[in-house]
C-alpha cells in the first residue's frame, strides 16, 4: 500500500485549483437514470470514488464515458436499465445508495445493497426509505438488499426529515421529478451540492422550488430531458487546502474558491487569526506571523460548519495557543484521527462526541495512519506543520476524494512525495 512522506516546516506560497465537488458529482452522475436522453457533467473531478459510481451505473445498464482526461463524464441511460445494485460494488462506496431514488423514479422497481463506506459511525439508510415510503414506494430489506417497488409509480407526497440527511434528501429530490403530483420536502438538506443537483435537473426539464430554508417543492413531470452541466467547486477540498496555508504559514491562493460555500468555516478561521480575504480568482489566505488562536467548533449541517472539515480543523488547532473544544454533532465515531494526532505530539482528550485539544508548540513528524477519507488528508496537513518526517500509511482513502494531493501541495512549496508500497 502507498505512503506519503511529509517534511514539514516550510511555508506555502502560490495558487493551488479547486476541483469540482466529489459529493455533487456522486448525486449528479445517478440523475443520469432519470432520462433516456444523455447527461453530461464537466468540471468533475479525477477520484476513485468517481469510478466506482462509474461501475455501479455502467453495471445498471448505463452508458458512461470519460473524456478530456476525467473531466467531462458523459453519461446516457437511453437502453434497458437493470434495477439490481450489486453489493461487490456498492460495498465500497455508501454514496451507491444514491441510485436507489432514480432506478425507483424511472422503473417503479428498485434492488439497491446496503452500502458500506468510510467507517464513521453507523449511518443507517432508515431515511431514505421512510421518504420514498411516504411517496408510496413499498420498501423491504431481505438478504442485506432493499427491495424497493412502486408498480404504478411513485405519487407526490408533503415528507418532513425528522434529521437533516444530504444523501436522503437527494434521493427523495430525485425521485419526487418524475412522480405523479407535487412533492414538498421539509426540513431537507441545504448543502451546496443539493442546490447543484436542483439545478442541474432543472435544466433537464424538472420544476423544483427551493426556498432557502430547507423547503423543496418538486412538481412532477412526466419525462425529463438531456442537459450539460458544471460541477459545483468542492468546498470541502477548498477548506482543506486553506488549511494548508493556515497551518504550515505563507500565503495561497485557492482557485475558483468561493466563500459562499463555507462562510461558517471561514468565519472559525478568522477567529483563529487566519487571513481570508475574495480575489477575482478565488479566496487567499495568509498566516504570517505568531500563533493562532484556540477557537470553540460544532459540526453541524449547512450552513454550519461541515463535519468534512472537522478532522482537518483539528490539525490546525493542535498548535493553537489555548484550548479548542470540538463537538461533532453529525457522526458518533468521528474522532479516529486524534490518536494518530496524538502520536504526532498532540494533547487531545476525547469523550463521547466531544474533543478538547490544548495547543501544544509544535508537532513533531511520527510514523502515522490514515482510517478514513477526511482523517488522512488531517494528518497531512498536521505534517506539513510538524519538525521532521512525517509517513502516512493507507493513503488509498485519499484516492476516493482527492486528486493530485502530492501535487497541489508540492506546487505551493510543501516538502511532499507519495512512496509506492
Ligand atoms: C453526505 C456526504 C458526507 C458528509 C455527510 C454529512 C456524500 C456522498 N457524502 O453523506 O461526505 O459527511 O453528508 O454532511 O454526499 N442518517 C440516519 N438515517 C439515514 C441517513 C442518515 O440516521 O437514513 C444519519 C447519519 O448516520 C448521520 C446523519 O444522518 O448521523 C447525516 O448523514 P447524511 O447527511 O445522510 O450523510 P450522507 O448523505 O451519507
Redo the contacts with the bound molecule.
Keep these: 500500500m502507498d505512503s506519503i512522506i511529509v517534511n514539514g516546516g516550510s511555508a506555502l506560497n502560490g495558487q493551488i485549483p479547486i476541483a469540482g465537488a466529489?459529493?455533487a458529482c456522486?448525486?449528479l452522475m445517478p440523475a443520469t437514470l432519470l432520462s433516456e436522453e444523455p447527461l453530461t457533467l464537466t468540471n468533475a473531478p479525477r477520484l476513485s470514488d468517481i469510478k466506482t459510481m462509474t461501475a455501479l451505473l455502467a453495471s445498471l445498464g448505463a452508458e458512461v464515458q470519460s473524456l478530456q482526461d476525467g473531466q467531462v463524464i458523459a453519461m446516457s441511460s437511453h437502453g434497458e436499465i437493470n434495477p439490481v445494485a450489486d453489493y461487490e460494488i456498492v460495498r465500497k462506496m455508501?454514496?451507491s445508495n444514491?441510485v436507489l431514488g432514480p432506478l425507483l423514479a424511472r422503473m417503479g422497481h428498485a434492488v439497491v445493497s446496503l452500502p458500506g463506506?468510510c467507517a464513521?459511525?453507523?449511518?443507517?439508510?432508515?431515511?431514505?426509505?421512510?421518504a420514498l415510503t411516504a411517496l408510496g414506494a413499498e420498501i423491504e430489506l431481505k438478504d442485506g438488499y432493499l427491495h424497493a417497488n412502486a408498480p404504478k409509480g411513485l405519487k407526490g407526497a408533503v415528507y418532513e426529515f425528522p434529521?437533516?440527511?444530504?444523501?436522503?434528501?437527494?434521493n427523495a429530490l430525485m425521485a419526487a421529478t418524475l412522480a405523479k403530483g407535487t412533492t414538498v420536502l421539509k426540513n431537507a438538506?441545504r448543502?451546496p451540492?443539493i442546490g447543484d443537483l436542483a439545478k442541474c435537473l432543472r435544466s433537464m426539464g424538472a420544476q423544483i422550488d427551493d426556498d432557502g430554508k430547507g423547503t423543496l417543492t418538486i412538481e412532477g413531470v412526466d419525462r425529463l430531458h438531456g442537459a450539460t452541466h458544471p460541477v459545483v467547486t468542492d468546498r470541502?477540498e477548498l477548506g482543506t487546502y486553506m488549511l494548508a496555508p493556515a497551518i504550515a504559514g505563507g500565503e495561497v491562493e485557492l482557485l475558483g474558491g468561493r466563500r459562499d460555500l463555507l462562510d461558517a468555516f471561514c468565519v472559525k478561521l478568522e477567529e483563529a487569526g487566519i487571513d481570508v480575504t475574495e480575489t477575482d480568482k478565488g479566496l487567499k489566505v495568509s498566516r504570517m506571523n505568531g500563533r493562532i488562536r484556540a477557537v470553540d467548533v460544532v459540526t453541524e449541517?449547512?450552513p454550519g460548519f461541515?463535519?468534512?472539515l472537522q478532522a482537518q480543523m483539528m490539525a490546525l488547532l493542535c498548535t493553537a495557543e489555548g484550548k479548542s473544544v470540538l463537538e461533532e454533532r453529525?457522526?458518533?465515531n468521528r474522532f479516529m484521527h486524534a490518536p494518530e494526532l496524538t502520536r504526532m505530539g498532540a494533547d487531545i482528550e476525547v469523550h463521547g462526541g466531544t474533543a478538547t485539544v490544548t495547543g501544544v508548540e509544535r508537532l513533531k513528524g511520527a510514523p502515522v495512519m490514515a482510517t478514513d477519507l477526511r482523517a488522512s488528508v488531517s494528518l497531512i496537513l498536521a505534517g506539513l506543520a510538524a519538525e521532521g518526517e512525517t509517513v502516512v500509511s493507507r493513503v488509498y482513502h485519499l484516492d476516493r476524494g482527492y486528486e493530485h494531493v502530492v501535487g497541489k501541495l508540492r506546487g505551493v512549496g510543501a516538502s511532499i512525495e507519495r512512496i509506492k508500497g
Design positions: 466529489k459529493n456522486l448525486t455508501r454514496a444514491l463506506g464513521i459511525g453507523a449511518r443507517p439508510m432508515d431515511l431514505h426509505i421512510d434529521l437533516v440527511s444530504v444523501g436522503a434528501t437527494e438538506a448543502e451540492e470541502i449541517p449547512f461541515p463535519t468534512d453529525i457522526f458518533e
